[in-house]
């Protein structure tokens, strides 16, 4: 046993502390992935009886008296296994049979949950110091309880699968029976509870099948789509393109067909508000078509005749986790043939500095050789299975909202100011998301059907189709980036210069590899503004940066004669033993073991069979670090991925299986958005508006193999969701490049402007 000191305090996690019991429990489904393969007939009448009375000992556990445990999943899920996952972690301290675990989903509640997000791969390592304190107590104040009937020390006891026991005297109390005793013991002082060491887990690093298998594949109501509620009607929402503004609407047409209740406009954000960071909407007024049926509502909007006038240049202040910042929208429509010729015209000016070490200029002035390439990325649809939905009932004196939200709590604040409501009756009910990638994360979804609800005094259920979904943004930013290096007349790399930009943002990471690792290293940044709506997209930034920087070391290595393995590992021994800087945001080790792993299990010393060509890339990023080799053959002049090797450390592994299929999704994602994802737009008009013409992986594309190895350690888990995306940019390119001869410095890789075999 530890004890660690949480920087959460128990508070936090120890509300709701009255083990009140025979509390309302809503919406139990059993764990089918949670009952044993065989159990006896007796078992499983014991296990599918529901408790009658429980036991709440915090916000997240309830245990009943036949010993069946409630968990709560705090955050919302979008596919990333958050709700397996997090109660794991629970179930694990607890040192409960998960066979006797119910999970089910916490709706949003600040007061009870702490930073109820799923984002930024962070879901797990934030949520893993609180929820193995909460776990914790709830299994020191059941050994108290124990203590306190048997009349013996508590340090006499110990706890497994769901019962104390007392080893002198051989007495042992299921958790069933201890709860309802635990009621009267005081919530102990953090420092009196102690966690489990790591070497001791029984469940954390077990994989467990994903709660809502069943229901998924059942069809069950999971998603927002799903709901029905008496006297529902349905919303849609008609927005100008980027650059124009609605000047007036005539919705006398639409709202004469059969079905429809009412045509109008709305402000989805308040006037003068200060926007919090998801708050990103640049349209001030949208049009909305409300009705009895999706279908009617859909036909009548084609009916809405908009008259438009061009928008002016304007700002807003929005708040971001850095603090507020203005944020200017220019007016004008837009055009990627515009935003190309831009951004090479910026390309050329002086950018900011964000890192300096050594004399970069001087390096550049006596290189023997420079190297010197230019990468671009396009503008990118999350395209996420399930488009927009949300479902309001906003009344005088409340809202309940049920939606796909990543943030609820970084949309409530926006909420409470268009609505007029106090924060504390405003509901919002966490449904499962059919993706998520970034998009989630921003609220205005909730707003809108929010303000409809409110306006026509009903329930509603807003819904976008794919075609509104993919043209009303939000986007991944376009980006670009020129690495140069320096190299003496012995081909040693003496000199590092990464400039890049991008519409609204820059995509370096200043701190990140091969800073620190090179003494003369300059990194630079530029943005333009737009007014087309971008967002966090998986791996914000990183989902570019990384494609390109692992492009141009791969052909670094190539020009000083080195494998690039060997290249990449020989810059992170500099790092680790004489790093340059103090403020290099990685850790040379964990960098270097990722690159160790994957060159042993993908065979990279090993002869290449024949036809087979690779590319390797490696890159750190939300807290984590990946290499990856990707083997490919080419099928005439289209590539056909064969296998992907991975290495990941990302501290300790939740439930292997998933950790797995994140590792796999990830590398699928990333090898289509770079083999074919990209959005244009003409005069402020997203020239995709559906599959047809914005074409995605198909299953034959993706590779035939994926094979993922964890580095195994005792290091608190870092990011998944999003680190093995980055990287298979880059090994996709080096690999392309064996295979046809030559480098690719745009994406997507594959398009019909420029061939893939020379």
Not at 509 to 523: K, S, T, V
Not at 571 to 576: E, F, H, K, Q, S
């Amino acid at each position: 046993m530890t004890h660690v000191k949480t920087p959460l305090g128990r508070r936090a996690f120890l509300k709701n502390t009255g083990l009140a019991s025979g509390g309302l429990i809503i919406g139990f489904s059993w764990l089918n992935s949670c009952k044993p393969k065989a159990v006896s007939e007796k078992e499983l009448e014991m296990a599918l009886e529901m408790p009658k009375e429980w036991s709440e000992f915090n916000s997240y556990i309830k245990i009943g008296e036949n010993g069946v445990v409630t968990l709560m999943a705090p955050n919302p899920e979008f596919g990333s296994n958050v709700k397996t996952s997090l109660p794991m972690i629970l179930a694990e301290e607890l040192d409960v049979d998960w066979k006797m675990v119910i999970i089910e989903q916490a709706n949003f509640h600040p007061e009870k949950f702490d930073r109820q997000f799923t984002g930024g791969s962070q879901g797990v390592r934030r949520g893993w110091p609180g929820l193995r304190l909460a776990g914790a107590t709830a299994r020191q104040m059941l050994l108290m309880a124990a203590a306190q009937q048997w009349n013996v020390p508590v340090d006499e006891l110990s706890a497994n699968n769901g019962t104390v026991h007392h080893e002198a005297s051989g007495q042992e109390l299921s958790y069933g029976v201890l709860a309802s005793l635990a009621k009267n013991i005081v919530i102990p002082e953090e420092k009196e509870i102690p966690l489990k060491a790591v070497s001791d887990f029984k469940i954390v690093g077990v994989s467990k099948k994903n709660v809502d298998t069943k229901n998924i594949i059942t069809g069950k109501s999971l998603f927002t789509i799903d709901l029905q509620e008496e006297g529902m009607l349905v919303a849609m929402v008609a927005l100008p393109p980027f650059g124009m503004k609605i000047k007036s609407l005539d919705g006398s047409a639409a709202k004469s067909m059969p079905g429809i209740k009412d045509v109008f406009t709305i402000n989805a954000i308040p006037e003068n508000y200060d926007r919090n960071g998801f708050d990103v909407f640049t349209h001030d007024e949208i049009a909305v078509v409300v009705g009895n049926s999706t279908w009617e509502v859909m036909q009548a909007k084609k009916e809405l005749k908009m008259e438009l006038e061009p928008i002016s240049d304007s700002e807003f202040v929005m708040a971001g986790f850095r603090g507020k910042t203005t944020v200017k929208v220019p007016a004008g429509l837009e055009s990627t043939s515009d935003h190309y010729a831009k951004m090479e015209e910026m390309s050329l000016k002086k950018a900011n500095v964000l890192r300096r070490d050594g004399n970069p200029e001087a390096a550049f002035q006596n290189a023997d050789k420079i190297l010197e390439r230019t990468y671009t990325a396009p503008y990118l649809a999350h395209n996420c299975m399930e488009p927009v939905t949300c479902f309001a009932h906003v009344t005088e004196n409340e809202a309940v909202l049920h939606a796909p939200i990543q943030a609820p709590e970084l949309i409530s604040g926006t909420l409470k100011a268009r609505l007029g409501l106090p924060e504390d009756n405003i509901h919002i009910n966490l449904t499962r998301m059919g993706g998520g990638f970034g998009q989630r994360a921003y609220g205005h979804h909730l707003v809108e059907a929010a303000v409809i609800s409110q306006k026509i005094k009903a329930p509603v259920k807003l819904v976008y189709t794919r075609e509104d979904d993919m043209t009303y943004g939000i986007y991944r930013p376009t980006y670009t980036a020129t690495y140069r290096a320096a190299l003496d007349k012995d081909n040693n790399l003496i000199g590092f210069h990464v400039r890049g930009g991008g519409i609204p943002e820059h995509p370096v990471a200043a701190n990140r590899f091969p800073a620190g690792a090179i003494e003369n290293y300059l990194a630079e940044g530029w943005a333009l503004e737009s007014n087309i709506t971008i967002g966090a997209f998986r791996a914000p930034r990183s989902n570019f940066i990384a494609g390109a920087e692992q492009s141009f070391l791969d052909e670094l290595a190539e020009l000083m004669g080195k494998d690039p393995i060997d290249f990449r590992l020989e810059l992170l021994d500099r790092a680790i033993k004489n790093p340059v800087g103090e403020n290099n945001d990685y850790e040379a080790e964990r960098y270097a073991g990722v690159l160790e792993l994957v060159k042993e299990k993908s065979g990279w010393n090993e002869s290449q069979k024949p036809g087979i060509h690779r590319g390797v890339s490696a890159y750190f990023c939300h807290n984590s670090y990946v290499a990856q080799v990707l083997e490919l053959s080419m099928d005439g002049e289209m590539p056909k991925m064969e296998k992907v090797t991975a290495a990941i450390d990302c501290g300790i592994v939740i439930n292997p299986d998933f950790a797995i299929n994140m590792a796999e999704g990830g590398i699928v994602d990333g090898i289509g958005n770079a083999l074919f994802g990209e959005m244009t737009f003409t005069n402020g008009v997203p020239d995709h508006k559906n599959f047809d013409t914005y074409k995605m992986i198909r299953f034959k594309e993706a590779p035939e193999t994926i094979d993922v190895h964890f580095v195994k350690n005792e290091i608190d888990p870092t990011g998944l969701g999003e680190p093995p995306f980055p990287p298979i940019f880059g090994a996709l390119a080096n690999a392309l490049y064996k295979a046809t001869g030559q480098r690719h410095y745009q994406q997507p890789f594959i398009t019909g402007k420029q061939p893939l075999v020379g």
